[in-house]
């Protein structure tokens, strides 16, 4: 890259200009704080269609999540495309993460359909336009057909919830875009400081279970994977990515696993909330299993009755009147009998990434 006349800090010009969609969003915030505290890039700029000030944003983030590095739009809609991209110097941004999209579980088909898979090709389709050195999609690790084995980037696809189908379907018409430089990433389930879903989520039940004196229970087994990746250990491997993307030309889109060495299963997470809250947990036989496996809506209910109102009474006596995003909604998408194991080797191998 040519040095700007006049510039005083040539090295800033070195670096890359980063966009990150769904700034605002969990990985989003973590990845733009990373880059931010390590002086990685030479500008900074976040999309969301949630304002900073409704974000839940810890004080941490105020310095990188400010207002003039950020732009509220909804990145699916073409008129929004000029507001998100354009930059006062005339160049394009180097890398673009695309962190945004539906996250909830269970929602209708047409929701994940407009906001997870248009917000993606939307997106992609632009970076190619504009030639953006890497476009970093965030996928998931439930694209794969479930096996305890862990599951290797060219295993066999079968994605077990809507999210995952429709994340499958825009990695896959990514990969169909004409002069895309396409990064695409498959996470285990993220979790870290703040976290509200998966972790989040047993946490807040163990918590009422404790409360009520009663045994946590999982339904089946024990062995059952439910692989992890700390947010922290995620945005370094989106950066590290985007930068060994751009060390050589590539002429194919490169995907990857995103997961811990720990291959955590259910049965790792009934020991640490039983360590945690020193709570009885287990989980039940094979009978009550099979009945759930049959009757999972009505299963989902039942928990989700038993521990909903208990949850609002620990925050009311705690003094927390405002709703938060810690809840024990527990979505029926999440409690399949469906191992989330991955292989997160060959990301390593390749890059040298720890």
Known sequence: MAVEEGSSTPAASDKPAVLIIGGLGYTGRFLAKYIHD???????????????????????????????????ADASREQSFPRIFDRPDGKEFDFVFNCGGETRFSQEDEVYKLRTYGLSMAMGKEAARRKVKCFVESSTGMVYKPDAVPRKETDKTKPWSKLAKWKLQAEEDLAKVEGLNLLVF?????????????????????????????????????????????????????????????????????????????????????????????????????????????????????????????????????????????????????????????????????????
Not at 56 to 64: G, Q, R, S
Not at 295 to 322: C, F, M, R, Y
Not at 336 to 354: I, M, P, Q, V, W
Request: include cysteine; glycine fraction near 6%; charge should be negative.
């Open 38 to 72: 390590n002086n990685l890039a030479s500008d900074i700029r976040l999309v969301d269609k949630h304002l900073p000030e409704l974000a839940w944003l810890a004080p941490e983030f105020k310095d990188v999540c400010t207002r003039e590095r950020f732009v509220q």
């Open 186 to 354: 498959r996470m285990a389930h993220v979790y870290g400081p703040y976290t509200s879903k998966f972790l989040g989520t047993a946490l807040c039940m163990a918590r009422v279970y404790q409360h009520l004196g009663k045994e946590m229970k999982w339904l089946w087994k024990e062995d059952l994977r439910t692989n992890t990746v700390h947010v922290e250990d995620v945005v370094r491997a989106l950066w590290t990515g985007a930068e060994w993307y751009i060390k050589a030309p590539r002429t194919s889109p490169q995907t990857f696993n995103i997961a811990d060495h720990g291959n955590t299963s259910q049965g790792h997470m009934a020991s640490l909330m039983h360590d945690t809250f020193n709570i009885g947990t287990g989980f039940h036989g094979a009978l009550i299993s099979t009945f759930a496996r049959m009757n999972l809506d009505h299963v989902v209910d039942e928990v989700n009755d038993e521990t909903l109102d208990p949850w609002a009474d620990l925050q009311n006596k705690a003094g927390i009147s405002n709703s938060t995003p810690l809840t024990t909604f527990m979505e029926k998408e999440l409690l399949h009998n469906t191992d989330l194991s991955l292989d997160g080797s060959a990301f390593e191998r390749e890059t040298g990434f720890k």
